[in-house]
């Protein structure tokens, strides 16, 4: 899969960074575009005012030098301060502190006091970037705790924010805006750092594109552009059977969740969908949407029966189906199928007991869909404090150790594939905590399985369409309310238009 945002860890940056310099780029200039993109970010947003520009003591510094010689141009009154030694700068940071011709003075938490005549200033944090990789303290620390209250400009990123996993080491600001370089970098998507950037602007220093052939970057924005070209539309001479046909197993007492799941799988495409629920409950499906196909499951063997139709061509298990010795056995062999297969909640939690039993059999057309609880019981020892601990290194583990794609559900979902390839949504509200949405999460996975998309690519537009569904609703969402909000976001997809949020 090719296309979309492309997301940089600080290694891979630093390579880019290297290889625009080979190409002819010298450093110098970069740093300079660097500075001259904050500075301009700057201007375009406040009117003129005090500004205190903080300058750690590595390149990101040398971006607060040329931000703070750029706004004294633009007439802007600017008092700079460094954390650390003038003369210990080096390289291209050393070059554009030679460049600033006003004073440099200690960086102290009183450099950010108000003036009585003027206001208070505002705050440019160029302290640290993104490759910042132990905790803040001291004086650093200090700085940090100081912004807080305070209209402040990140450089690359709020200082104190890991680049690579969002994690805040110490402290960090929470900056008004960000301006990063050339691509964003996961830090900027994952949780607690994007809430710490504010408005993120990505601005482009000169860094030939062709740079990405080389690094190979392998994770992305999730949206539109990563799969949309590959979004399966209906065809003009296409008919319901071409779209596909989901089967969802629903359970016995908690049937709302297969009845929502099933009616996503149908709002996002599939041209069939079957409800399979125990004999007992066969009066509440029946009731509900006229568009579901519903079969009881009196026997054993009813569910494989079922599965012997292979038009039935993506499987959901989980949503309310309970923990029990027959849902086990169903998932195994909707997985044996070698079907699409979306896996989530009871699903999963039914081999808590034993993982192995169902990673070792899992394949590259499945998809579990987790949220924390659930991944720390499939996956013991890859949690948040074992070997590989933020939720990117933790989504991409847990799908090379069983060869499927799995989706960590939060509010900066990832979705990993096998192979690697990743991609950080975020764009779901804080409206989707509520009762349900992740079955219908589920729900327009396997509808976009039955259509033919891979399975990466369903669990990639299934949380984007989601997360839009939420943002078009707004305020008072209900989980009943994303299917019938999701033509809304289709419409706009389709047409190419940016989805309008309540």
């Not at 002819?24 to 520009?53: E, F, H, K």
């Not at 495409?269 to 196909?293: D, K, M, N, W």
């Not at 020892?381 to 991409?396: I, N």
């Not at 975020?426 to 033919?452: E, F, K, R, S």
């Amino acid at each position: 899969m090719t296309g979309g945002t492309e997301l940089l860890t600080t290694g891979q940056m630093g390579r880019a960074d290297a290889l625009a310099m080979e190409s002819g780029v010298p450093g110098p200039v970069l740093m300079d575009n660097a500075g001259t993109a904050v500075a301009s970010a700057i201007l375009a947003r406040w009117s003129r005012r005090p500004v205190v520009v903080l300058c750690g003591p590595g390149n990101n510094g040398g971006d607060g030098f040329v931000i703070a010689r750029r706004l004294t141009e633009a007439g802007w009154p600017v008092r700079l301060g460094l954390l650390g030694d003038r003369g210990r700068l080096a390289g291209d940071a050393a070059g554009a502190a030679a460049l600033w011709t006003g004073s440099v003075e200690a960086a102290t938490p009183a450099l950010l006091a108000a003036d009585p005549a003027a206001g208070e200033p505002l705050v440019v944090d160029a302290l640290f970037g993104a490759g910042l990789s132990r905790p803040l303290d001291g004086m650093a620390l200090g700085l940090v705790r100081a912004m807080a209250g305070r209209t402040v400009v990140a450089v690359d990123v709020p200082s104190g924010v890991h680049g690579d996993t969002g994690a805040v080491l110490g402290d960090a600001p929470t900056a008004a805006l960000t301006v990063t370089f050339f691509r964003p970098k996961p830090g900027h998507r994952l949780l607690p750092g994007r809430l710490r950037c504010g408005e993120l602007v990505v601005a482009d220093i000169g860094i030939p594109p062709a740079v990405l052939d080389v690094i190979g970057p392998r994770q992305w924005d999730n949206g539109p552009a990563l799969w949309g070209a590959r979004y399966p539309w209906p065809a003009p001479d296409g008919h319901k059977f071409a779209r596909g046909h989901a089967l969802v197993l629903g359970g016995g007492r908690m049937t709302g969740a297969a009845r929502l799941a099933a009616r996503a799988a149908l709002r996002v495409g599939a041209g069939l969908v079957t409800v399979a629920c125990p004999a007992a409950a066969f009066p509440i499906y029946a009731a509900g949407s006229p568009s579901l196909l519903i079969e009881p499951l009196g026997e054993e063997g009813d569910f494989a029966a079922l599965l012997a139709d292979t038009r039935r061509n993506a499987l959901l298990l989980g949503p309310g189906a309970g923990r029990t010795p027959a849902v086990r056995r169903q998932v195994l062999a909707a997985v044996g199928s070698g079907r699409g297969c979306v896996l989530d909640a009871d699903a999963l939690s039914v081999f808590a007991p034993d993982p192995a039993a169902l990673l070792n059999r899992l394949h590259g057309a499945c998809v579990l869909t987790p949220h924390d609880g659930e991944y720390a019981r499939l996956f013991p020892g890859v949690t948040a404090d074992g070997p590989a601990g933020d939720r990117l290194a933790r989504a991409r583990a847990a799908a090379e150790r069983c060869g499927a794609v799995v989706l960590l559900k939060g509010a900066d979902t990832v979705i990993a594939a096998a192979d690697g390839r990743a991609a950080i949504n975020a764009n779901a509200p804080p409206d989707l905590a509520t009762a349900g949405a992740g079955d219908v999460l589920a729900g327009l996975i396997a509808g976009l399985l039955a259509q033919g998309m891979d399975a990466f690519g369903a669990a990639c537009a299934g949380a984007w369409l989601h997360g839009a569904a939420a943002a078009v609703f707004g305020p008072g969402l209900i989980a009943e309310d994303l299917p019938d909000t999701l033509p809304a976001v289709l419409r706009a997809l389709k047409a190419g238009k940016p989805v309008q949020p309540a």
